[in-house]
């Protein structure tokens, strides 16, 4: 994404400026949208991968140490090094940023989807299994359902972090709000546009996060029942 800002020189280069915000709504509305988009297909894309690495984790007890070693080291790299790994295979673009979030959200969702189903009481998996239910059946009317709200809790918190992380895709010019804070430092420092870009970072987060704790209360309403 190009940026064409417009630069209005303030003697006082204050730290936030509704002047810049005017002059620059349509570069910093598209950089939102591709922070957003970004952030939602990484989440989505790193759920559909984890998921059933957890499952397969709580399944066959000998590959949970495996799966948390390698999610965990793959979470270790810093993601400077992975795009810099990547970018030569990938190219520069949205493929490559994607690849790195998801890689580093793997760890967070299959940690804590892994706790949610290892938390399934013993005694209701051997009522399901005396109903006659299958492995596969009981994953999804008994685990899962039981299981959702740490598979939540890792959802959330994997949404979050990939907001900030997607702003280091500025190295592949597919950063989102990140290319507004970047842009910032490059124009003599400008504080209204970086900060501009930072508040817009955290209020994403925020929002997300609280989307997805309705969707979480929604989908959950035994917990809204166990609190009152």
């Known amino acids: 994404m190009s940026l064409h800002l417009s630069y209005r020189a303030e003697?006082?280069?204050?730290?936030?400026?509704?002047?810049?915000v005017r002059d620059n709504s349509d570069t910093i509305l598209a950089a939102l949208?591709?922070?957003a988009s970004l952030t939602?297909?990484?989440v989505l894309i790193a759920a559909v991968v984890a998921l059933p690495l957890a499952v397969a984790a709580y399944w066959f007890?000998?590959?949970?140490?495996p799966i948390?070693?390698?999610?965990?080291?793959?979470y270790t790299v810093p993601s400077l090094a992975l795009f810099a790994f990547l970018a030569p295979y990938l190219g520069i673009g949205v493929v490559t940023v994607l690849s790195v979030v998801v890689l580093y959200?793997?760890?967070?969702?299959?940690?804590?989807?892994m706790a949610g189903l290892n938390q399934v009481p013993p005694e209701v998996r051997e009522a399901a299994e005396g109903m006659g239910y299958g492995r596969w059946r009981r994953l999804f009317r008994?685990?899962?359902?039981?299981?959702?709200?740490?598979?939540?809790?890792?959802?959330r918190l994997a949404t979050v972090s990939t907001v900030a992380l997607v702003t280091v895709g500025v190295v592949v010019g597919r950063g989102g709000l990140g290319q507004l804070i970047f842009a910032g430092f490059q124009n003599n420092f400008y504080k209204a546009q970086i900060m501009t870009g930072t508040l817009l970072c955290v209020l994403l987060a925020l929002v997300l996060d609280l989307v997805l704790a309705g969707v979480g209360r929604l989908l959950t309403p035994w917990l809204r029942g166990r609190v009152s």
């Open 61 to 65: 007890r000998s590959l949970a140490g």
């Open 142 to 155: 008994i685990d899962l359902p039981l299981a959702l709200p740490g598979i939540l809790t890792g959802l």
């Open 11 to 20: 003697p006082e280069n204050p730290w936030f400026s509704w002047q810049y």
């Open 68 to 74: 948390l070693a390698l999610t965990g080291v793959l």
């Open 40 to 42: 939602a297909r990484a």
């Open 33 to 35: 949208r591709e922070h």
């Open 105 to 113: 959200a793997l760890l967070v969702i299959v940690r804590n989807a």
